[in-house]
């Protein structure tokens, strides 16, 4: 089975600031890892996605997150937020064999400060 | 293109009454699945349904939630009867077949169990 642990629940920011979510998986087989976007009062939004390849992934909104096998982690980072930003961030882990279901860590919610 | 639909947005009922939630995926998805989502978790997978089949309910409490897809499109899921811990969020959402990468969700059906 696979988990996912975000390590912080609430990542307060100013705007115009880089910022980093970070996420730790743990699976016994290979997998495929993601970052959702959930904001106030809706669905979860795709915002990347490694499946493999290039371990720097580019999403959406400026947005990137880099594979670390070795480290068992998928930290995601933009280099400058927006109020716009603002937003609960989930990290996944499903693997990549049969079904891609994913496992979804608690979230952190990123606070972004004018 | 359309994305999920879900309704209703909320519902207030009291504990042992039951309840019902409706899901249209995105025309041509083949896959559907619900998800719960406890105030401060990430979601956590219900049931998956490909076309009108189940593929996976292992984490569906069955003595009290059911859900179906009548002609592989739309879906519901039902709550009889509701306890307090039956509080969350409800999402639904839809990927084109068994082994895409990311999902589709919707907005949700916030239940509040009182």
């Known amino acids: 089975a696979q988990s996912v642990t975000q390590l912080d629940s609430q990542v307060p920011v100013f705007e115009e600031a880089p910022v980093e979510l970070r996420c730790n998986y743990s699976s016994s087989v290979s997998v495929y890892l993601f970052w959702y976007v959930q904001y106030p009062n809706q669905g979860l939004q795709l915002l990347l996605k490694?499946?493999?390849?290039?371990?720097l992934v580019k999403g959406i909104n400026g947005f990137e997150a880099e594979f670390n096998k070795s480290q068992t982690s998928f930290h995601l980072r933009k280099p400058s937020v927006h109020i716009s930003d603002t937003a609960e961030y989930f990290c996944a882990v499903s693997r990549t064999g049969g079904s891609y279901i994913p496992t979804f860590g608690r979230g952190t919610s990123l606070i972004v400060h004018p | 293109e359309a994305g999920v639909a879900q309704s209703p947005r909320y519902k207030i009922i009291e504990k042992r009454q039951s309840v019902a939630f409706w899901c249209n995926p995105i025309s041509g998805h083949a896959t559907l699945y619900w998800y719960q989502q406890i105030l401060g978790q990430g979601p956590k997978l219900l049931i998956q349904f490909q076309n009108n089949g189940v593929v996976d309910d292992s984490q569906l409490p069955k003595d009290r939630f059911s859900a179906e897809r009548l002609k592989g499109v739309d879906s519901t899921l039902k709550i009889q009867p509701a306890k307090l811990e039956d509080s969350a969020v409800y999402l639904c959402?839809?990927?084109?077949?068994?082994?895409?990468?990311?999902?589709?969700f919707g907005s949700g059906t916030r239940l509040t169990v009182v």
């Open positions: 959402a839809s990927s084109l077949d068994f082994n895409a990468y990311g999902y589709t």
């Open positions: 490694y499946l493999s390849g290039s371990t």
